[in-house]
């Protein structure tokens, strides 16, 4: 042995090289498949976006996402000689992320392209790309496109809100509103007492002479409090009501919201939430006083469907990921990616993950659809909730099935993994947990009955296609007929309506090998309780190839 390589105790080898940038919407043929599905036939003008916004995604905002996530927002309650700033103060990468991401349409494409058809799945698309790359900001993105429709009741406010709102561009200097080359918006509506029972609310909203209110209380979860404002609920003389709380007033001064502390989450780090008082703060009437929740509902309903977007999104990266890994490593004799075990869970995986994207844009079109369409916004109305329900289910042990994948370095914080196992859970807590999407479907049913005849109209179509499904849809429907103990059966009626949806989606595009796979195996009962339990003459090639990023 010779001095110079006496310590060379070995070479590294058999393990992959770590995964190249990629553009998130050209390489992507799953994204693009269900994406193009749903947009119309005159569609090719929409597509450039996408794929600008694919190359940013697939690269620099990946190490913006990284760096983000590294180094949490601070927050500063006082500056240096003892004033109030209520600062938090967030690390150069996420405010790069949302730079990009506003300058390409994340918050506003669907608004300021409201008249084309489709602009709500090329944004969904744009979310997808965006939530692989980060998905803290996602929180602020979602909540300022969501806050258009809402706003929209606020005859009385100033125009520029939502001006601003919807033609702005990402401007995080410390001006008010009106000053500003584009705003963001959170929202507030928990608190300690109440969590998703909003009327429980204790916060108050006294109204003052020149119109504004004075608001006292607390909100226990306060998302993104550095956004310019934030729409909160508050209890008014005449009820529960919706209120605009801007950060800043119009003369420069900082509203009294006072923060008490920031949230210590177990993922979602580059995102600040925060705990808050309002110590008579002003705020703004969004719609009438006494009707606070209809005013949200749209806001919800779109925040909803961006979970779907999320979970489906992580879903996503973490397949990617887990792909490319089992395509560079050898074990027992064989490269990883042709093992027959290592394969059936691959295709199992795609499965879920094609599954999921299919609906979220499926529901996206529905919410697209929905101003012009009773149908479609009824289907929106169940969809969304169903939808939400499974797919954040499905996200946790999905994007654990991936680092087993990888096997310990998918444990191993320099892989992105064990950030998107962090992040996993949240959508399915966020905008209300799994027992409110099934209550939600419930209440739709009950008092919207178009919704139940959406859903089953919209599951009807596909029947005579595959022997399962047909047999799915029947039980499906006699469950929904049996009126006992709905709320007691409403997971379990919830999960088979997403199966079914699922399904539904696939069987009515002819072009994919996804359909008769995921009937077989998901409405027949045929497979197991983890991923990759498919039965042996499931198509394993055609799956995986469909799932796989192009070359």
Not at 65 to 77: R, T
Not at 414 to 432: K, M
Not at 457 to 477: I, R, T
């Amino acid at each position: 042995m010779t001095e110079q390589n006496r310590f060379e105790t070995h070479t590294v080898d058999n393990q992959p090289q770590v995964m190249p940038p990629y553009n998130l919407w050209e390489k992507d043929g799953l994204l693009k498949h269900f994406t193009c599905l749903f947009l119309p036939n005159e569609k090719s003008s929409m597509l450039s976006p996408l794929s600008t916004y694919g190359a940013l995604t697939g690269e620099s905002l990946m190490e913006h996402g990284e760096l983000a996530n590294k180094n949490k927002p601070v927050f500063s309650p006082f500056d240096r000689y003892g004033r109030r700033i209520d600062n938090v103060d967030f690390h150069p990468s996420y405010h790069a992320l949302m730079q990009f991401a506003m300058e390409n349409g994340a918050h506003n494409y669907s608004w300021r392209n409201e008249s084309q058809a489709g602009s709500h799945i090329v944004r969904a698309a744009l979310m997808y790309m965006h939530y692989q790359a980060e998905a803290g900001t996602s929180c602020p993105l979602t909540m300022t496109h969501a806050a258009v429709p809402a706003l929209r009741h606020a005859k009385e406010l100033p125009e520029y809100w939502l001006e601003k709102l919807i033609y702005g561009t990402y401007d995080n200097r410390e001006l008010p509103a009106k000053d500003k080359a584009g705003i963001t918006l959170g929202m507030g509506m928990t608190e300690k007492q109440g969590g998703s029972d909003v009327r429980r609310n204790t916060t108050t909203a006294t109204k003052q002479d020149d119109g504004s209110y004075r608001v006292v209380g607390h909100k226990f979860f306060f998302s993104a409090p550095m956004c310019d404002g934030h729409l909160i609920l508050a209890q008014a003389e005449s009820g529960l009501s919706c209120f605009l709380l801007p950060r800043r007033l119009e003369n420069g001064t900082l509203n009294n919201v006072r923060i008490q502390r920031l949230k210590d989450k177990l993922g979602d780090w580059s995102n600040a939430s925060s705990e808050v008082e309002f110590q008579d703060a002003t705020a703004y009437l969004v719609g009438q006083e006494g009707r606070g929740v209809p005013v949200i509902i749209d806001m919800v309903s779109l925040t909803r469907l961006d979970c779907m977007i999320g979970s489906s999104a992580l879903m996503r990266q973490s397949l990617v990921q887990a792909m490319h890994h089992v395509s560079h490593r050898d074990a027992f004799g064989n490269t990883l990616i042709n093992q027959p075990l290592m394969r059936n869970v691959l295709a199992d995986l795609s499965l879920e993950c094609a599954a999921a994207t299919a609906l979220t844009m499926r529901v996206a079109k529905a919410v697209d659809d929905a101003p012009n369409n009773e149908q479609e916004a009824a289907f929106a109305r169940i969809a969304t909730a169903i939808g939400k329900y499974w797919i954040c289910k499905r996200t946790p042990a999905f994007v654990n099935e991936a680092q087993e994948c990888l096997g310990g370095i998918g444990y191993v914080e320099e892989n992105p993994l064990p950030r998107y196992y962090r992040q996993a859970p949240l959508n399915s807590i966020w905008e209300g947990s799994g027992n409110v999407q099934c209550l939600d479907v419930l209440r739709a049913i009950a008092k919207e009955p178009n919704a139940k005849n959406a859903l089953f109209n919209e599951l009807k179509q596909q029947v005579g296609k595959n022997k399962y499904f047909d047999l799915h849809f029947a039980k499906l429907y006699d469950a929904f007929s049996a009126s006992g103990d709905m709320e007691l059966r409403s997971r379990h009626i919830t999960e088979q309506a997403a199966l079914a949806l699922q399904g539904a989606v696939l069987l009515s595009d002819d072009t994919n090998p996804l359909a008769q796979a995921f009937c077989n195996t998901r409405l027949s009962n045929a497979c197991g309780l983890t991923f990759g339990t498919l039965a042996r003459d499931t198509n394993f090639d055609d799956i995986i190839a469909f799932a796989s990023i192009m070359a």
